[in-house]
């Protein structure tokens, strides 16, 4: 089941199958009528047709969304960064192969040979602003700025792996991406991206947010709902921005703009070549097949027809990008409901148009919210006999739950929907592999075999352990990591484990897999990794998290 799939059913509360039509409808009426809503917009051959507004532009005012509203469209943003350095580069400012340091000379050395290409292709092995800010304590209320998150990208100590060598989404990277374009063109980012995109473009309405407090003429307010059952789903609270920090994000627009910009990356050429060819562009990572991502796009494909989209989500605000080349359609979906997802509706109004105009067949059921037969099927003993934590060879942790009675995979605390193809054997989305588990001589399961394209992992059934006050006693105290510029301190929480306290508030609760080894257990994630010397006392201890992995924290 691919990942919008899921997250649509998740949405839709397991519903049964609806024709792309109806899900638009059923949408609308569980989600966007006396609460934020979506604005959608479909352009196929230059001509507007189809387009919804739904919902509130303030609850506080009873103020309705307009066709013109503007609003926070975040990693949307990721394509613009692309057109930039492939225009820059067209007219001999830099080449994609340029060494990040030869126009960044601040650097660390860690971050020499990093590639401008590799940064937008999110193959530089940088670890991830966003990731580091929350290990750090800030919280999504905290104000923050471009130089205070440059800082602390240069306060890092390494990479998450050699660049080149893997794919793995880093904003970081459009950070500093940001500041090349405005070291090469003696502009700011968002002052170049105005004068050399939206006014040519008509793209009145858009613009690089560097200051979260302005004053933005048309911008309506996000939310988030403060609850997800019974009288809950109708309680909102508002979810502001607070960041000020830009390339890899705070794309200010509206669904026409995102149409403007779509229609002109469709008809655009560079030195003779489709630009929507050179966005296609994947990184070759050996060993590996294609990640499926290009130069600051995601590339794929809807029922066998060529795609390239991107979504964005900051605050409560959520938005998608998607465009058919071959179709000439551009689909934009913006919204200020953080509960909803705009990929799938993007998806559905994609649908409707292609069928509509007989470039796609009408299928009974629609693949983008057709029940997946598999989803609901368990072994003998339900899927209850599978689920618990597994530590693979590789060192990363993986954990399988049982939510609403679908088995559900959890790398690195993202949920992947996993489908029962028989036995003890689960099918990951997407085809991207296999889960296979094992028993023992009583049955019992005791381990998993998970085989991926390029490589087939083993992994152990574990229980997390519980310690003594005596053993956990090592381990507490003050540490201080010099790459965030911020202490933790770890305490005995009273159940055989520890919990991380930041200065700010934030608290970690940590279950012990092994000696030395603690993680956040419910969602596999935040693993906390301790050091010893040579005569076995402990010297340090490093955090992971999916996008900044090793961050380091000593005694003071």
Same mark, same amino acid.
């Given at each position: 089941?691919p990942?919008?799939l ?7 509360g397991m519903v049964?199958?609806l ?6 409808t059923r ?8 609460a934020?809503?979506?604005?959608y917009a ?5 001509e ?12 506080e005012?009873? +103020?309705?969304?307009s ?7 975040g990693? +949307? ?11 820059l580069?067209?007219?001999g ?6 060494p990040?340091d030869r126009?960044?000379?601040?650097l660390p ?7 401008l290409?590799?940064a937008?292709?999110?193959?530089s ?5 966003w990731?580091l ?18 800082a602390?990208?240069?306060?890092q100590?390494?990479l998450n792996?050699?660049a ?5 989404y ?8 940001a ?8 502009r700011?980012?968002?002052e170049?991206l105005?004068?050399?995109?939206f ?5 009145t309405?858009?613009?690089m947010?560097d200051?979260p ?5 048309g911008?309506?307010?996000a939310?988030?709902?403060a609850g ?5 789903r109708r309680r909102f609270?508002r979810?502001p921005?607070?960041s000020g920090?830009?390339?890899s994000g705070?794309?200010?627009?509206t669904?026409p703009?995102?149409l ?7 008809a ?17 990572i050996?060993?590996?097949?294609p990640?499926?991502y290009g ?11 060529p795609?390239l ?17 071959d179709?000439?359609?551009?689909v ?5 409901a953080?509960h ?9 109004v ?9 470039r ?5 059921v629609?693949?983008?919210?057709g ?6 099927m ?6 209850d006999?599978?689920?618990g ?17 679908q088995?559900v ?8 929907a ?7 054997r689960?099918?990951?989305?997407g ?5 296979a588990?094992?028993t ?7 381990g +998993?075999?998970?085989?991926l394209?390029h490589?087939?992992?083993d992994?152990?059934h574990?229980s997390?352990?519980?310690?003594s006050?005596r ?15 911020t202490g933790?301190t ?6 055989g484990?520890l ?7 934030g ?5 012990p897999?092994?000696?030395?080894l ?6 596999a994630?935040f ?8 005569r ?15 961050v380091r924290?000593e005694?003071p």
């Amino acid at each position: 089941m691919p990942a919008a799939l899921a997250g649509l059913l998740a949405l839709l509360g397991m519903v049964p199958p609806l024709a792309a039509d109806d899900l638009l409808t059923r949408l609308a009426e569980r989600d966007w009528l006396e609460a934020p809503g979506v604005v959608y917009a479909a352009l196929l051959d230059g001509e507007i047709v189809e387009r919804g507004v739904h919902g509130q532009a303030s609850l506080e005012l009873d +103020v309705a969304l307009s066709f013109e509203s503007v609003m926070h469209a975040g990693s +949307v943003a990721k394509p613009l960064m692309g057109v930039a350095l492939l225009r820059l580069e067209a007219e001999g400012h830099l080449s994609l192969d340029d060494p990040l340091d030869r126009h960044l000379d601040d650097l660390p050395s860690w971050a020499h040979g990093i590639t401008l290409r590799q940064a937008l292709q999110h193959t530089s092995g940088l670890k991830d602003y966003w990731a580091l800010s929350g290990l750090a304590g800030q919280h999504s209320a905290d104000r923050r700025s471009q130089a205070a998150a440059l800082a602390l990208v240069r306060r890092q100590q390494g990479l998450n792996f050699p660049a080149g060598s893997r794919h793995l989404y880093s904003n970081t990277g459009y950070l500093l991406l940001a500041e090349v374009v405005g070291r090469v063109t003696g502009r700011g980012y968002p002052e170049w991206l105005s004068e050399a995109l939206f006014e040519p473009l008509g793209m009145t309405r858009s613009r690089m947010l560097d200051d979260p407090f302005a004053v933005v003429e048309g911008m309506v307010p996000a939310y988030r709902r403060a609850g997800d059952e019974g009288e809950a789903r109708r309680r909102f609270q508002r979810d502001p921005l607070t960041s000020g920090v830009y390339g890899s994000g705070n794309l200010l627009t509206t669904v026409p703009d995102l149409l403007r910009f779509g229609e002109w990356l469709l008809a655009a050429e560079l030195e003779g070549v489709r630009l929507v060819e050179r966005l296609r562009e994947q990184p070759e990572i050996p060993g590996e097949p294609p990640p499926g991502y290009g130069l600051g796009v995601a590339v794929g494909e809807h029922r066998g027809l060529p795609t390239l989209h991107h979504g964005g989500a900051n605050g409560g605000y959520r938005a998608h990008l998607l465009l058919f080349p071959d179709e000439g359609l551009v689909v934009a979906v913006l919204s200020n409901a953080g509960h909803l997802r705009a990929a799938p509706i993007a998806e559905a109004v994609a649908e409707r148009v292609l069928v509509a105009q007989g470039r796609l067949a009408p299928e009974p059921v629609s693949p983008l919210v057709g029940q997946d037969p598999g989803a609901g099927m368990a072994p003998a003993g339900g899927h209850d006999v599978v689920t618990g934590m597994y530590l693979l060879e590789n060192g990363l942790p993986i954990r399988v739950r049982e939510v609403d009675g679908q088995a559900v995979l959890l790398i690195s605390g993202s949920p992947h929907a996993l489908r029962h193809e028989g036995g003890l054997r689960y099918l990951l989305p997407g085809g991207q592999g296999v889960l296979a588990f094992r028993t023992d001589r009583r049955g019992r399961v005791v381990g +998993v075999r998970m085989t991926l394209a390029h490589e087939s992992l083993d992994g152990q059934h574990h229980s997390p352990e519980v310690l003594s006050a005596r053993e956990l006693r090592e381990y507490t105290g003050d540490w201080y990591s010099a790459a965030l510029g911020t202490g933790v301190t770890l305490v005995d929480d009273g159940a055989g484990g520890l919990r991380l306290e930041q200065p700010t508030g934030g608290r970690v609760h940590l279950a012990p897999l092994r000696r030395d080894l603690f993680l956040e257990w419910d969602t596999a994630d935040f693993i906390v990794a301790f050091e010893r010397d040579r005569r076995g006392r402990l010297r340090a201890f490093t955090v992971s998290v999916e996008r900044a992995q090793r961050v380091r924290f000593e005694r003071p």
